[in-house]
Every structure is written in structure tokens, then in C-alpha cells.
């Protein structure tokens, strides 16, 4: 037995991440599950290099199959949030092993600045012990660790591993190859890149290569003098073969077939030693199948000439949500959705975040890049099907809408669950399946020009630039900000767009305010307009967020197909980068619906009733004056003023003024208007004006006259046109 006691005991954590247990945690200690593991931590090529550890130390991909002589990296994890000074001791001990067996455990090598392999582990475990088992014979092994905490007494958790030697690709097609017609995984596997990655390098097509190439390119590599396991090191130093000074074509036919037997990427690199699996013909509880990254971490995670690992666990799919019922797993668990992508029902699978094996296919190289699903794909409508989208396609099986929307928001009542869920992307792209009001809605290009949809651009190549491993490759994201500067993936853009400096370019004025901003802006403008007409009416909803709209079965059906379309572009994602058209018809055709004028007395309904409880109230009336200050509810209409609250009225005959500038750092550009449509501002010299004009409010302002150069001094415009019922003004500062 082996005791590793409170050196061991602090939680194992990246600095930003480092958990501190407080004294209120301590005193609800007893009411914290510990909920006990034992886990078998991988370690990676990258880890050494992150946490400065010894090059010496030997991979693990953390499977419970492993070689005779390789080491175990055992932890003892426990809930994040039981009190650490709680655990008085872990004891640690072999339980089981062969007879013929000598092992011992030993100290762990990992240090307390490693942490939990597992990001989403991280969040929801800490580490209480680890110790390490090299075992030195094949069979099965059991490992208990006894965790005693004062306030729940011990607690006993075991876990078993089996140990092998490698027996290489011979052995596993006896049982693993089928037939022409139907072929099974070694067939599959011998057309993947995986099968002929040390062949294609010894032989010199790959360029430069060497023999540090091995540890990943071979089976069961282990230069320690420990491992004997009848890995690729000791067939070779068996046959006497040493690695070629110089690659050429012949050097692969001139191996013995023994070696060629454990050469290239196989079943073993990623299942483990398959000795005991094979001699108990066929044992599946003496072979590993895990669908965690770690698997293929401990190759894909080399920086830096490896880094799909890194980027990825830069990306949200690493720490993707956890849900594990059929409705969610497909999408949410990698094993349900390499079940969805195979035609299997759905059922609930246990968690595991959406890693490599969720969307490559390691023993079939079918599709490009060995995805598993590139067919066509049906959205919710049940009447859109999108077959182009390449490699795209993949993505679009769970980056949809979960709706029908004009079905669903016609029948659904409100609540906090409503809306199209998280990351209808595919119905944005295509422009469908948005709350359309029974228009036609026109789309942006995309669909139809990025060849691979999703992958052209969420994966774009970021080796050279200052964002690699934070933006495109594998973290799937298009943006990156270090602190000190912003990095937006925009490669894919400039070959149509011309050269941008960013997303966010300039087109139209989308969203009615008389400047033309960036695009993104644009549609926040029109997310912003759209929100204030939602309940709380007339309250500003500023982040954009799902969060902000707080849908209750109060809410009518005119505001539950405007919430959907808010949503919709929202959890998009993109504000309008996706499909900008799309995105702007669906928000100004919802926004058109809410401000509808049922009594034509050119004051939107929503606002009469926001403020008066009904359009018809004769208090709501255009001309009425409720506040008693002389301003008219059109007017406050088409300020967004309160009509309730009295106008600010200073000398001179000013009855509005802004009190904000227009567009610019100084204080002096301050809008006035004049009972007398009288509309005077100050100017700066240098800058430009546009005074503008509209007789009702819906879009459609008229430039009046010409843009005025500003000189420093006021500028003031009275309107020719006093007769008419009613005139709304604004000056916008040209840009």
C-alpha cells in the first residue's frame, strides 16, 4: 500500500483556472458529494513542453489497455467542490495483478502545475492524489484508491487495466476483414492515410522525415527499457534494422515482414496491445474503444508541427455543453452523434465533448478528410434540403435550427424555452426557415459560392498569422483578441470582397439611422430597434443576448414571431456575415410588423399602447400633449422620447435638445429643434453635414438641400413647408 497524503491534495489546475477552497465551502462540506474517481491521465507530447516537463517521460493516450512496461498515470479525482482540507488521507494499492507479477506503484511524475486532462474535467473535478503503476507482466490489473475524509469517513474506488504486448496488423485483420462487397474496418482502414503514414515516409514522399517520425508512426513504440511489449523498437532491434540516412522508394519492400507487421498508424496505436483481447478470442472488456481525444492526443498534440489539439482546445467543441438524453446527445455527446451519423436510433449515450472521432471516421477514408457525413441535409421545415456545402455539410447535421418556425411560432406558447435553439447557422447560410411572415426574403450569395460552406472559412489556415492555435483550423473561429490586438480571419472574404480590414465593412444603412456603419452594426442597430418593441416595451435590450428577451406565455403572437426572428439572428451568431440580406429582411420584416398602424394615425400602435394602453386613447393622439409640456406625441414618436415626461425647453424657442453629440468627441455639436420647425446645431470646421427630412416615420428620409461644410459657427435651417401636418428632422454627420 502506498499512502499519498496532503502534498497531493491541492487542486491541479492552470493558473487562471486554480480553485481555492473558502471557508464557506469547508463548512458545507459535509453536504458536497465526493464523488470518487479513478482515472488513467493521458500525457501528451504537448503537455511536456506546457508544463516544462522531463522530454524522458513516456506518452499515454490514458487507455485502459496498455503495453507490458508502460507506465500508468494514475488519478484520484474527487468534486471540484469538496473541501480539500476535508480528505485526511488517499491510499493507494494494487488489488489485483498475475501471480508472476512484481509491480509496484510508484510517485507520479507530474507535478501540481499539471492539471486535469480533460478541459470540461476541469470544471468539475479536482484532484486529490495520483501515484503511477509500470506494469511488468501481461494480464489484468486493479488498482484501489482509498480516500478517508473526516466528515463521510473512506470511500474505496478501483479501476482495472489490462496488459498486452502488440501483436500487430496480421493478427488484427484475422478477425476485422470482411469481404469486397462487404468490407470491414481493417479494409476500410487500409485506404486512410493512418495505413501507409511510415511507408509514404520511409520511402521518401513525404519529404523530410526521421526517425523521430516513429513514436507516432509505429506500433507501440517505446524506447524505455522497460517497455519489451514486441513494439516497433523491439522487433526492430530484433531484426537488427535501423533507420535509412536516406529515404528512397525501396526502402519499405526491404524491411523484414515482421517489422512491416507493426509499421504505419494500426488498430493498436489507437485500441492498444491486443494480446489479450486476441488469445480470449475476441474479449471486448480486454481492448479499449473510447471516442475521447485523448486517444489521438497523444500524436495530434506536438507543437508545434502537431497542433490540431491545441487548436481545438481552443475551440467551445471542447467544452461543449453537457447533454446526454437522445433528444440532445446527437449533438451534444460525441458517441450520439457518431450513432446519428450512422443510422443508428437515438438513445442517450454517456457525455463526451465533441472531439476528433465526433466528426472524423478513423477507420474509413470515404469522405474527404475521413468526416463521417457529407450527405444532404434536410432542415426542420422538412422542405429545404441543402446538397452543396462540401466538407460544410458535416456541420450543418447539428449547426441547425431545431424548428419548423412557421409552424412552431404559429402553436407554441411563451416561455423561457421558445425559439429556434442554439445555432440555426445552416438556415442562415440558405436563408430558410426563419420567421418569413409569408415573404420572400432574399439571401446573400454564399450558399451557392463558398464551396465548402462552414469549413472555407470557420477553418482557415492561421500557421502564419499572430492568431494561430486561437482562430481557424480546429478552434473553428473566426476572431481572436489578445489583449493587445484583434485578429480577424478574413482571407476567405478578400478573394470576393477585395481586400477588408474586418467583418464588419461598410455597405448600407441598414438599420435607419442616417450613417452607414459596418454591417455587423447595422444588424445590432436592427436587433436594438426590434428588441425595444418587445416587452418590457420601449426598454433598450443592449447585449444582443437570448438573455435579454424574457418570453412568458403573457406574450402575444405578433411578439412571439418577432422574438423568433431576434433569436434567430442572435444565435446565429454571425450578425449578418452568414447571409447579411437574410439577416436585415427577417429583422426590418419583423420590425415592420410590430409597428403596425391599425387607426392610420401615423403613430405606431405598439408605441400608443406602450404609454396610453391603447392606440385609441385620446391621450395617445398625434397632436395631444400629455406631458403639458406643448411637444406633441408625434413628435416624442419620432425622438423616441417618453410622452409621459416633459420636453426640455430652454430660451430661445428650443422645445427639444438632444444633449448628446452626433457622431463626434465634442460637446458643442448639439442637435435643436425649434417650434417653428426650426432646426439649428453648431459645426466644427472641417467636418460635414446632411440635414434630412421624413413626413412619416417607416424609413425613406430625404436629404434637404445640400451637405453643409461645417466652419465652426451654427448652422439653421427653417422648414418651407410649416403647413404640414407633420415633418420629422435629423442631422447625421457624414462619414
Known amino acids: 500500500m502506498i499512502n499519498r497524503k496532503p502534498n497531493n491534495l491541492a487542486p491541479l489546475c492552470l493558473p ?41 517521460l513516456e506518452v499515454s493516450g490514458g487507455l485502459n489497455t496498455v503495453g507490458v512496461g508502460t507506465p500508468i498515470y494514475l488519478e484520484a479525482e474527487v468534486n471540484i467542490n469538496f473541501p480539500a482540507a476535508d480528505i485526511t488521507s488517499v491510499d493507494w494499492a494494487i488489488t489485483g495483478k498475475p501471480s508472476s507479477s512484481q509491480a509496484t506503484l510508484t510517485d507520479n511524475p507530474l507535478g501540481t502545475n499539471v492539471p486535469i486532462s480533460d478541459l470540461v474535467g476541469r470544471s468539475e473535478y479536482q484532484v486529490a492524489s495520483r501515484t503511477l503503476l509500470r506494469p511488468d507482466v501481461t494480464g489484468q490489473y486493479t488498482v484501489t484508491a482509498t480516500i478517508a475524509t473526516s466528515s463521510s469517513g473512506t470511500t474505496n474506488i478501483t479501476k482495472t487495466f489490462t496488459v498486452g504486448t502488440y501483436m500487430g496488423l496480421n493478427t488484427c485483420k484475422l478477425c476485422h476483414s470482411g469481404s469486397a462487397n462487404v468490407p470491414d474496418k481493417f479494409d476500410l482502414w487500409k485506404l486512410t492515410g493512418h495505413s501507409m503514414i511510415f511507408s509514404n515516409g520511409v520511402n521518401g514522399y513525404l519529404g523530410h522525415y526521421g526517425a523521430n517520425c516513429l513514436s507516432c508512426h509505429t506500433v507501440g513504440y517505446n524506447a524505455n527499457t522497460n517497455a519489451v511489449n514486441g513494439g516497433f523498437d523491439d522487433i526492430a532491434k530484433q531484426v537488427g534494422w535501423t533507420f535509412p540516412a536516406v529515404q528512397v522508394p525501396t526502402n519499405w519492400a526491404a ?40 486517444d489521438c492526443n497523444q500524436c495530434h498534440d506536438a507543437p508545434t508541427h502537431h497542433f490540431k489539439t491545441a487548436e481545438w482546445n481552443n475551440s467551445r467543441h471542447a467544452v461543449a455543453v453537457e447533454e446526454t438524453e437522445s433528444g440532445c446527445a446527437r449533438c451534444h455527446s460525441a458517441q450520439g452523434f457518431i450513432n446519428y451519423a450512422s443510422g443508428k436510433p437515438a438513445v442517450a449515450t454517456p457525455y463526451e465533448v465533441i472531439n476528433c472521432t465526433t466528426c472524423h ?68 447560410l440558405v436563408g430558410a426557415n426563419g420567421m418569413n411572415y409569408g415573404k420572400d426574403i432574399p439571401s446573400s450569395a454564399h450558399k451557392d459560392i463558398v464551396e465548402d460552406a462552414c469549413v472555407t472559412c470557420h477553418m482557415q489556415d492561421a500557421e502564419t498569422s499572430s492568431a494561430f492555435t486561437h482562430a481557424g483550423g480546429h478552434t473553428f473561429t473566426m476572431k481572436w483578441d489578445s489583449g493587445t490586438n484583434v485578429v480577424e480571419m478574413t482571407e476567405a472574404c478578400v478573394k470576393c470582397h477585395g ?49 435579454n428577451l424574457s418570453i412568458n406565455s403573457s406574450w402575444t403572437r405578433p411578439q412571439l414571431r418577432a422574438a423568433y426572428d431576434y433569436l434567430f439572428v442572435v444565435e446565429d451568431g454571425s450578425y449578418g456575415i452568414h447571409n447579411l440580406s437574410y439577416a436585415v429582411g427577417l429583422l426590418k420584416t419583423a420590425i415592420a410588423d410590430l409597428s403596425g398602424d391599425a387607426n392610420s394615425d401615423g403613430l405606431a400602435d405598439w408605441w400608443q399602447i406602450q404609454y396610453f394602453g391603447s392606440a385609441d386613447n385620446p391621450s395617445a393622439a398625434p397632436n395631444a400633449t400629455p406631458a403639458g409640456d406643448g411637444v406633441p406625441n408625434w413628435l416624442k414618436f419620432g425622438l423616441g422620447l417618453n410622452p409621459m415626461v416633459p420636453g426640455a425647453v430652454v430660451p430661445g424657442g428650443v422645445v427639444w435638445v438632444n444633449g448628446t453629440t452626433i457622431g463626434d468627441s465634442s460637446a458643442t455639436n448639439t442637435v435643436q429643434i425649434y417650434t417653428a420647425a426650426e432646426v439649428a446645431f453648431n459645426t466644427e470646421a472641417g467636418k460635414s453635414y446632411q440635414l434630412q427630412a421624413i413626413s412619416s416615420l417607416g424609413g425613406g428620409w430625404q436629404n434637404i438641400g445640400t451637405p453643409i461644410t461645417g466652419d465652426g459657427k451654427a448652422f439653421s435651417y427653417t422648414t418651407p413647408t410649416r403647413q404640414n401636418v407633420q415633418q420629422y428632422y435629423r442631422v447625421v454627420t457624414l462619414q
Open 255 to 294: 524491411m523484414p515482414a515482421s517489422l512491416q507487421n507493426v509499421a504505419n498508424i494500426q488498430c493498436e496505436n489507437c485500441h492498444g496491445p491486443g494480446s489479450e483481447h486476441a488469445f480470449s478470442l475476441g474479449d471486448p472488456t480486454k481492448i479499449s474503444a473510447t471516442v475521447a481525444a485523448s
Open 16 to 56: 487562471a483556472m486554480a480553485a481555492f477552497v473558502t471557508a464557506a465551502a469547508l463548512s458545507a462540506g459535509a453536504a458536497t458529494a465526493l464523488n470518487p474517481q479513478v482515472v488513467s491521465r493521458p500525457l501528451t507530447p504537448g503537455d511536456k513542453t506546457i508544463y516544462k516537463l522531463a522530454s524522458s
Open 499 to 547: 481586400e477588408i480590414e474586418g467583418f464588419n465593412f461598410k455597405r448600407q444603412d441598414y438599420d435607419g439611422n442616417g450613417i452607414v456603419e459596418g454591417v455587423q452594426t447595422e444588424v445590432k442597430g436592427l436587433l436594438s430597434k426590434l428588441a425595444i418593441m418587445l416587452p418590457p416595451v420601449g426598454v433598450p435590450k443592449p447585449n444582443h443576448s437570448p438573455s
Open 361 to 428: 471516421e478513423p477507420h474509413d477514408a470515404t469522405n474527404p478528410h475521413q468526416v463521417r457525413k457529407v450527405s444532404a441535409v434536410t432542415l426542420m421545415d422538412k422542405k429545404t434540403t441543402i446538397t452543396e456545402g462540401g466538407a460544410g455539410l458535416l456541420c450543418m447535421n447539428c449547426h441547425m435550427s431545431r424548428r419548423d418556425a412557421t409552424n412552431y411560432v404559429e402553436i407554441t406558447a411563451g416561455s423561457n424555452r421558445f425559439g429556434p435553439h442554439h445555432g440555426p447557422q445552416a438556415d442562415m
